[in-house]
């Protein structure tokens, strides 16, 4: 079991393990992560989730590395939330729940919110594709995207006229909306495809693979990288991200305080 460490930058933990959620998600950058520990290559940082209140705190790396962290983690949860009231959960990579949970036993009681993988790549995208994809304006198109989203998936992370999507795309079957997608910049600066869906009517004719191979297009060839999150447990979406060149940096397990 490594020692403990009190990093004072994201930058700290890039330069012992650069780690891809760390440089593209959270950034070298952000004082919102603070506190942030390691332990050998393992380390524990504050993240705000996007579309959430409230803070979370990121556990991630080898087992063995983060033993020191999840023995440490009661008094570690204790001075994040003591700076940050507002702390509200737990995110991990998924091989460090099962002894997460045993070392808060009833100190921390929380439920699982979520299991999802977040995903990257900086490789090129190559596929023929057969639609033709427009570029969407955010308020122009408001109107016309939140009635696309109540239609094909009322849950999805998009906000159209909220501001907070840097480009949007959208392909169009003779007039309405078909697929859209849209991408998110993080407090990183790094392009997050979100968004994505297919009208119910149109799914099986390759308008998700379209869709998203044009965005992952346009954020390498802006950025150089193209992120995004997916449930782990949607194996057709990663079947398809993998088949564009995504990987898989972190399987993540969320939790939050369960209510008392």
């Known amino acids: 079991m490594g020692d403990i460490r009190s990093v004072a930058s994201v930058q700290d933990l890039l330069d012992i393990a650069d780690d891809p959620f760390l440089r593209y998600d959270i950034g070298p950058g952000s004082v919102t992560a603070l506190p942030a520990w390691s332990s050998g290559t393992a380390s524990a940082y504050l993240r705000r989730p996007p579309h959430r209140r409230g803070l979370s705190m990121n556990l991630q790396g080898p087992g063995d590395d983060a033993a020191a962290l999840i023995e ?110 849209a991408i998110h910049l993080t407090p ?42 997916v449930m782990t447990d949607n194996a057709r979406a990663v079947g398809l991200y993998r088949g564009l060149g995504y990987g898989t940096a972190h399987d993540w397990r969320s939790l939050r305080w369960q209510p008392s």
Request: charged share 20%; glycine share 12%.
């Open 72 to 181: 440490a983690l009661p008094d570690l949860l204790g001075q994040a939330a003591a700076a940050h009231p507002e702390l509200a959960g737990l995110t991990l990579d998924a091989h460090l729940v099962a002894q997460a949970q045993s070392r808060l036993g009833s100190a921390y009681p929380m439920v699982l919110m979520g299991a999802w993988s977040w995903m990257f790549t900086r490789a090129p995208v190559v596929i023929e594709n057969h639609w033709q994809p427009e570029e969407l304006d955010d308020t122009r198109d408001q109107a016309e995207l939140v009635g696309f989203y109540r239609r094909a998936n009322p849950a999805a992370e998009s906000e159209p006229g909220e501001g907070s999507s840097r480009y949007w795309l959208g392909i169009r079957d003779r007039g309405p909306l078909a697929a859209v997608g």
């Open 188 to 229: 990183a600066g790094a392009p997050h495809l979100t968004g994505i869906a297919v009208d119910p009517d149109h799914r099986g004719a390759g308008l998700g693979l379209a869709i998203t191979a044009a965005l992952t297009d346009w954020a390498i060839g802006r950025y150089g990288v193209a992120t995004l999150g």
